[in-house]
């Protein structure tokens, strides 16, 4: 070790200088199965480098990159350092780089655990399963199993793991001299081999520039604390048309940055990969946060690409300098020191959220009006603002997947609106610096006060209509929803007294059997069908089962029973006329799609008995319609009545309002179940195509749904009426 180390941090330079031993590692290991042994790598990093051309030849030697990507990096690296002073660049060499090199020198003091000869080389001898296993602490080992080093953080499993900042910095540095292997397909990059050849860009040198800065911080001193990322699966989605919640507060910012709300839960607009374009040459708003908060980017190497109902929360990442500008205007400030208090361990009291948008670059731009997108990009916005611990602190936002990914900042304000207020958060919303949508939210803000999550969630779900109907010349979001509440738009839903359903603006019947908690598994069910909206009713629907199924494990296939049986008994209860019913019926169509794509004997049976049953039920169908047909003019005729006896009580004793109430409400909600059995049966069938071929799955997670989808079946179709039925009265 050369004399420079005397530069370094006391605490790590005394620890690797007593405890790094490169026989201990095993000479023979190599980090790639084509690459280095790590005999080659300490010898390299172990000798002092003083110029760019030995940096070029030392990074040549460990790196795992082709030759081609090496030539890239050979010349962005010569161009960075032209443009950095000459007193950079003897701070650099002097001070900076002796830091990186021991700390990727001292992988074996920083994770002792994976430092013997043999686990390193599981580890670094075959990629494959390698970086599942890589760099976690021990007391992260799963309970029972102490000697399996626990994978990184995979989807659909809420999981977390914590690192020393000293880690990290480990993790940075090996990224630095690129000897990680290649991640796996969809993951984001790690090694700065793509940054290093892009370094002649001014967006690339300002977040290569504020890295090294990074690196000179820790090598002045040493980083205190720890960094910890939870991944977090969303199992259940909040029914946001029928939430009486009140819209929250939001305080609105059109100057600034996320990073300035200190104390708040500042939100990351993420990719799916988390951090893939800091490295990989982006410069849209996550990029360039992870540029001035460095640590965040050892997310890349441990956490798997987000799906459509997860999160990443990453606690105690540092700010260690300031960037001005955006995209191409993107420039390196200075330095900054960081305001969020520390805990007693050093660790930044700082929580940062990663959500990935849908891109619209991709898909039709229209299209995220529509139900569905409506919903995944709320229950995405849901998942991130409820991964908070309590007590409630604001979540600090702003126009999430809209610059980049073409989303609608009007619309994206709001869904975040509904979601931080079905959470029970403040919102901190940056608009930086659109004075228009400031100013429109604002309105908002004013003619929505203390309106309730669903009547807001109501009016976007108008919107659909509007800008399918009238495309390009549709109003904004903010005038529409402007236009329905000055033309007095309803509250949620108007109850209907006789048939407990919905009153459409029309005067149409809109019923949902069960009460409102059925509504995400039948959806609603109109006297008049709407044609158009059933396939948007079914998206809607499948987003719902698709939630219930995933992730379900055949080890926990007990615990999944259940919670089921107990969330059966509590929906049952919703309508004590036909609550039984309609779980029966659920339960049977689920039991009946399941066997269909279990194989064999089972799907062939399966597919003869839903023909069979299919022509009962048609006909029982047809009679209770045109018995629902002569039902109708009745209700209007009851409803005469009653009010005539509302308006002489003393004439029409209570006793005839309490009849006709529960008679023409069980009546109607009789021949509603009948005649619309069909129709629940068919979408529950449509809902369940969609979720087992929309998107495509792998054999093992279409197995997975199928026994999810089975167990779900079974338990609903064993809830039994209680002992005593509770009157409807």
Request: charged content about 25%; hydrophobic content about 40%; some cysteine.
């Amino acid at each position: 070790m050369h004399s420079s180390t005397r530069e370094l941090p006391i605490l790590l330079a005394e620890r690797l200088q007593r405890e790094h031993s490169v026989s201990s590692i095993g000479t023979e290991v190599r980090l790639a199965p084509d690459g280095p042994t790590w005999d080659n790598i300490a010898k390299v990093l172990s000798q002092p480098i003083q110029t760019i051309d030995e940096l070029l030849v030392a990074i040549a030697t460990v790196t795992t990159e082709s030759e081609t990507v090496f030539n890239g990096i050979r010349d962005g690296l010569r161009h960075f350092f032209t443009t950095l002073r000459p007193e950079e660049q003897q701070v650099f060499f002097a001070m900076t780089l002796p830091f990186i090199q021991q700390a990727a020198l001292g992988f074996n003091v920083l994770f002792p655990e994976v430092a013997s000869a043999a686990v390193v080389d599981v580890i670094f001898g075959d990629f494959k399963p390698a970086l599942k296993d890589v760099l976690l602490g021990p007391d992260l080992k799963p309970e029972g199993d102490r000697g399996r080093i626990p994978p990184r953080l995979v989807a659909q499993r809420d999981a977390k793991l914590t690192l020393s900042r000293l880690q990290v910095a480990c993790v940075l540095a090996h990224a630095f001299f690129c000897t990680w292997p290649p991640q796996p397909p969809a993951y984001a990059k790690i090694n700065f081999a793509t940054l290093f050849r892009n370094a002649s860009q001014p967006p690339e040198a300002a977040k290569l520039r504020a890295i090294v800065h990074y690196f000179e911080r820790c090598a002045a001193r040493e980083p205190l604390g720890s960094l910890t990322m939870q991944r977090r699966v969303l199992r259940e989605t909040p029914a946001y048309s029928t939430s009486t919640k009140t819209l929250g507060r939001i305080s609105i910012k059109s100057a600034g940055a996320i990073e300035d709300s200190v104390g708040a839960l500042q939100v990351a607009f993420a990719q799916p990969a988390v951090g893939d374009g800091v490295l990989g040459g982006g410069c849209a708003q996550e990029d360039t946060r992870f540029a001035v908060c460095p640590e965040l980017i050892a997310a890349c190497l441990f956490c798997a690409p987000l799906e459509d109902n997860e999160c990443l929360v990453i606690s105690g990442a540092e700010q260690f300098c300031k960037c001005k500008g955006g995209g191409d205007s993107f420039q390196y400030d200075c330095d900054y020191h960081d305001p969020a208090p520390r805990d007693e361990a050093g660790s930044v009291q700082t929580r940062v959220v990663a959500i990935d948008s849908t891109d619209y670059r991709n898909v039709e731009r229209s299209s995220q009006y529509a139900n569905q997108h409506l919903l995944r990009e709320t229950n995405k916005a849901f998942c991130g603002f409820t991964a908070d611990p309590a007590p409630k602190v604001p979540v600090a936002t702003g126009s999430w997947g809209c610059d980049a990914h073409l989303g609608d900042k009007q619309l994206k304000s709001l869904i975040q609106w509904i979601a931080a207020s079905q959470a029970g958060c403040d919102l901190i919303y940056y608009t930086f610096g659109d004075e228009a949508v400031a100013e429109g939210l604002a309105e908002m803000c004013a003619m929505l006060h203390s309106k309730s999550v669903g009547y807001l969630w109501g009016l976007l779900a108008a919107y659909e209509v509007c800008q399918r109907r009238d495309g390009s010349s549709a109003p904004s979001v903010f005038a529409f929803v402007k236009r329905e509440i000055e033309n007095g738009a309803r509250e949620v839903r108007e109850i209907d007294l006789f048939a407990r359903g919905l009153l459409t603006r029309s005067g149409s019947l809109n019923s949902v059997l069960g009460g409102p908690e059925f509504e995400e598994y039948i959806g609603t069910l109109a006297i008049e069908g709407d044609n158009a909206a059933a396939q948007a009713k079914v998206s809607m629907l499948a987003v719902f089962l698709q939630g219930r199924l995933d992730g379900f494990e055949d080890s926990k296939a007990a615990d999944f029973e259940k919670h089921w049986t107990a969330k059966a008994e509590s929906l049952k209860r919703e309508d004590p006329l036909h609550g039984v019913d309609l779980l029966h019926l659920i339960g049977h169509v689920y039991s009946q799609q399941a066997r269909k794509r279990a194989g064999g004997l089972e799907s062939v049976a399966a597919k003869l008995a839903e023909k069979t049953e299919g022509l009962v039920v048609r006909r029982e169908s047809i009679g209770a319609k045109s018995r629902l047909a002569q039902y109708q003019p009745d209700v209007m005729a009851g409803k005469a009545l009653m009010l005539a006896s509302e308006a002489d009580s003393d004439d029409q004793p209570q006793a005839l309002q309490q009849y006709l109430e529960v008679a023409f409400h069980d009546e109607g909600l009789h021949q509603q179940f009948k005649a619309h059995r069909e129709e629940i049966e068919s979408r529950l069938k449509a809902v369940c195509e969609a979720v087992f071929n929309e998107p495509p799955l792998s054999p093992r997670g279409n197995k997975g749904r199928v026994e999810a989808l089975k167990l779900l079946g079974k338990v609903f179709q064993s809830v039994r009426p209680d002992s005593t039925p509770v009157s409807p009265r």
